[in-house]
């Protein structure tokens, strides 16, 4: 069974600054991973999404990075600022379908004027 | 305006009383997916649809049902709501294929007592 795991749970950063969000995920088999961002009392939205056959994406100050063999995703945000304050979710999926996604808890960043 | 819409976003309830919450989008989007969202447990997906009148199980389909008539609605059934119900429901669509970003709905916060 597929696990995600996200790494930091939390992290508060002062503004500026550049970080990265780590997201691993037990079963290399995936056909794409997808970076979403959750702020309080609204729903989802998509951030970045890689391909299994793709190294990374880029956003704008976001850039997603996949080593699939090593079953690791990393979310680098350039230049931290106050409005990027929420929680990040990475989610993978295995079919091609894209039909079944499975999510990992979160990292739920801070970013301090 | 393209959005996916849930009704209502906030419900009270006691055990054993049918409930419907629904979920509809106007980007005629194939595909449409509920989850839950739980404290240490992450979004775990419940129900999706691939198209109209195909729908499949998730990760946690116990004690619910969908339907899926039109292409826009996709309404959860819970015909007997039970207190480990109560959670926060999130509805998404996107076109068919997997390489689609998702577009979440606002949620729904459930409880059941």
């Known amino acids: 069974k597929q696990e995600v795991t996200q790494i930091p749970a939390a992290l508060s950063v002062p503004e500026g600054e550049n970080l990265v969000l780590n997201c691993s995920f037990t079963?290399?088999?995936?056909?794409?991973l997808q970076w979403f961002r959750q702020d309080p009392g609204k729903g989802l939205t998509s951030l970045l999404l890689?391909?299994?056959?793709?190294r990374e994406q880029t956003s704008g100050r976001l850039n997603a990075s996949l080593d699939k063999s090593s079953g690791r995703s990393t979310l680098y945000i350039a230049a931290s600022q106050p409005g990027d304050s929420a929680t990040y979710l990475c989610?993978?999926?295995?079919?091609?379908?894209?039909?079944?996604?499975?999510f990992g808890e979160g990292t739920q960043l801070t970013v301090n004027p | 305006e393209a959005q996916v819409t849930q009704n209502p976003r906030y419900l009270i309830t006691v055990t054993g009383k049918k409930l419907t919450v629904t979920c509809s989008q106007n980007?005629?989007?194939?595909?449409m997916s509920w989850y839950r969202q739980d404290p240490g447990l992450g979004l775990r997906q419940i129900y999706y649809?691939?198209?109209?009148?195909?729908?499949d199980k998730g990760d946690v389909p116990e004690g619910y049902k969908v339907s899926r008539k039109e292409k826009r609605n996709f309404p959860l059934i819970l015909e007997s709501p039970s207190p480990n119900q109560t959670s926060l429901y999130f509805c998404?669509?996107?076109?068919?294929?997997?390489?689609?970003?998702?577009?979440f709905g606002p949620g729904t916060r459930l409880t059941v007592t």
């Open positions: 649809s691939m198209n109209v009148e195909v729908t």
């Open positions: 980007m005629n989007h194939e595909y």
């Open positions: 890689i391909q299994s056959s793709q």
């Open positions: 079963d290399s088999a995936i056909y794409n």
């Open positions: 989610a993978v999926c295995k079919e091609t379908s894209g039909s079944r996604l499975t």
């Open positions: 998404a669509s996107r076109l068919a294929g997997a390489l689609y970003e998702q577009y």
